[in-house]
Structure formats: C-alpha cells, structure tokens
C-alpha cells in the first residue's frame, strides 16, 4: 500500500509562477490536510477537506486554493508564488477529522526565487 | 491563545531515558499527540492523549496533565534510531492540530 504520494519531490519555482503540488492517498480516507513547515516552527496548517467535495480554511491559507473533486485526490494550488512561500510541504490524510492518526506524505519542497 | 512549548534541542545516551516536555497555555482541547520525525522525512504517530495519566506503549510512554497544562514523552532504553524531532501537537475543539516547533533529540553512543 503506498499511503500517501506526493508530487514533485522538489521544486524551484520563480515568484509569479503559478504551481500545484499534488497529493493522492490509496487509504479512502475522509479527511486530508496540506501543512507548511519551516524551521523553527511548528506545522502549520493551510487547508483542509472533511470529505470529497467540501473544503475550509486552515490556520496560513492566503495565497493558496484547494479542491477535492473525489476522495484520493488533495491538489494545493499557489496562484502567484512569493519567497515567503519556500517551504516544505506536507499532505495528510485521516479516516475522519477529530481524534484520528494522520498520516503524513513524504513532502515537497519548494523554493520561490 | 494555544502557545505550545517544547525545548528546541535535546542529547542523551544510547541505552539511557530521555524525558521531553511539552507546555501549552489553552482554554481547553479535545487531546494531546505525539509524532516522530526523522531528519528529511514525513511525521509518524506515537501517540495521543485524552485522559490524564500515563498511556504505555512498548519503550515510548507518554503523560498528560490538564491541570498542570503539560506533556511528556519519556523514552526507554533509546537506541540510534531514536534520533529524529518529537512534535507535541493539541488538537482544538474544531478538530484542528496546533504544533509545537519540536524537539530536535540528539543520541550519542
């Protein structure tokens, strides 16, 4: 079972530049997560889905979008990338929201120029 | 405000007990967890807390104590690969997860 992938491993991206990172799970979790992590800091997070079809926002969502058009799938979109934006990225998944493990996909990370 | 503390780095000994704290100063929460992260890797559960007291798990245990607004990790007969960041992580009464910066832990032989 792969869990969760996650696609690109790495980029580096120029400022303006539009991106997607994508995340799929194999595990038909209901719940899914994109958090950034930088040093020093402790995960933040950016969007969330409760279940396919629905979204909300997290703790640091300006400047990013979501969509969650089926249950495998959780792209995070940056519109217009700025170097504040050069982070690494984590996806989660859990069975539901509340009380559950997360489990985390290897991350991207992205670095805006 | 749900400021999490966690001290920034600690060492220890192959073989010895190591103890992390983490604080929290927050109205109330639905629980307490704990992950691993090795150094370039994703996050992996340890644990999670409701209840006060003490929840064993093989070498990892892990503490709560609403009252006190604390946490521990408490790590048995560590090994090498015991190396890695421990994040203590809230989660608040809409479900969401408020993180520590993590504790950078440090085995020597």
């Known amino acids: 079972t792969a869990g969760i992938t996650q696609a690109p491993t790495s980029q580096i991206l120029a400022a303006g530049r539009s991106m997607t990172l994508r995340c799929t799970q194999d595990?038909?979790?209901?719940?899914m997560y994109w958090y950034r992590q930088d040093l020093g800091l402790g995960l933040r997070l950016i969007h969330y889905s409760n279940t396919a079809g629905t979204t909300g926002k997290g703790e640091v969502p300006d400047g990013y979008s979501v969509s969650r058009a089926n249950t495998d799938d959780f792209p995070l979109t940056l519109a217009s990338a700025v170097p504040s934006q050069t982070s690494v990225y984590f996806c989660a998944s859990s069975d539901k929201r509340g009380a559950d493990t997360q489990y985390f996909g290897p991350g991207t990370r992205l670095t805006v120029l | 405000g749900q400021n999490i503390d966690q001290p920034t780095e600690m060492t220890a000994t192959e073989g010895a007990i190591v103890q992390i704290n983490c604080t929290y100063q927050?109205?109330?929460?639905?629980?307490l967890f704990w992950y691993q992260q090795h150094a370039g890797e994703a996050p992996t559960f340890l644990s999670y807390n409701v209840l006060d007291g003490l929840e064993e798990k093989g070498r990892f245990s892990s503490f709560l104590s609403r009252s006190k607004g604390y946490s521990y990790l408490l790590l048995k007969e560590l090994q090498m690969k015991d190396s890695a960041s421990y994040l203590c992580a809230l989660e608040d009464s809409n479900y969401q997860l408020i993180w520590g910066a993590g504790t950078k832990l440090i085995i020597k032989p």
């Open positions: 927050t109205s109330g929460f639905n629980g």
């Open positions: 595990m038909r979790h209901n719940a």
